[in-house]
């Protein structure tokens, strides 16, 4: 299927999923949807990656417990790991043709790649391979190795000599890096990802605002520390793991510091940096609370000016996704926009998906705002989730001093819009204190 026609079909997924609720499912079901989420990547969305990047023919193997990242993606669901040595095989004969699935193993590798390898026949699985690759006899052999882009660059060197040994001076000479392959195969997003992935960034805000509530959070009792373990153990509660520790932090008026640990206390400005992995697919959050002070009833007018300053940011960031522009390019030109409308930003969003730091192009890095040499140079393309991951400075006179908005939100880029999975925090999540905190 068209990656053209794949746009609107994802559209219409994503608007669904909007109205249904998140059910993390047993793990028999969710098994059974990621397998088909996996075939669907691989029968609906590889062909045309493939052919985009002129590969016709991908090589991808893994030594058990040593995985190729993206290895780690084609494997159905009840293998934990690769097992002995896999080698998969994606052919594309041509002509329109449907991809072929091989498996140069002793069986087949869920239900799509077959396998091959009948080792009483050719009992050397180098070989084996060889000889399929040569039967084919493909214009490009991609493997995966890549000197910049590390999910990309998933081939041991054991496995990049014994290939080229195994090959002939022929197709020896046809192997290439599979790295913008490897790249857009990680990055881009099917229909039914689509239909589930904004469910999950739904849960991660639901967990954020319980978080930083008095349901969680006793000012002058309750530890930074204490909330980051609280999002831990309710997303293990719910069947869904972290791809990184909850980091919960605070801002206090009067300190330095935009990263402080410790006891809670009112009038500190929160922050929470949270991630939840399932169906292979990953969240990147970051959200802010205010802890009222006695007597307040709502956050000062100054942290409030500091949100909408930060909301402005990400406006600018999202406007400025073209297809073909670079995270280089968008971040310089997001910035000079920036700067020109008077905030003091920071900017260092990424892709998102099969892996929470995702394959594609680095939009600047909190120590890179000049650019990223080669990540960055990497061009946009429809149908990727990104992390809108940013921060503003602004001056906050009753604070005494600056104040840093870190905020992080998740989205899908269609090729004509950014839109956020699951909308974005533009109001400050509410703490109360003293009798308010009881009553509340």
Known sequence: MSIRILAPLILWAFLIAQAHAFEPAA????????????????TEVLPELMRRQNIDLWVIMSREYNEDPVLKTMLPANWMSARRHTMLVIHDPGAGRALEYLAVARYPVGELFQSVWDPEQQPDQWQALAQLIAARDPDTIAVNTSDSFALADGMSSTEWRELNAALSPTMRARVVSAESLAIAWLETRSATEMAYY??????GHELIARAFSNEVITPGVTTTQAVGWWLREQSQALGLANWFHPAVSLQRRGEAGFNRQGVIQPGDLIHVDFGLTWLRLNTDQQQHGYVLREGETEPSAGVVQAMAAANTLQDILTSNFVVGRTGNELLALSRQQAL???????IYSHPLGLHGHGAGPTIGMWDAQEGVPVNGDYPLFANTAYSIELSNTAAVAEWGGDVRIMLEEDAFFDGQQVRYLNGRQTKLHIICSGAAAVVR
């Open 27 to 42: 793990l028999k079901e969710r098994a059974q949807l990621l397998d088909k989420i996996t075939q669907e990547r691989l």
């Open 198 to 203: 904004p469910q999950l960034v739904s849960k």
């Open 340 to 346: 020109a409308s008077g905030l003091r930003p920071t």
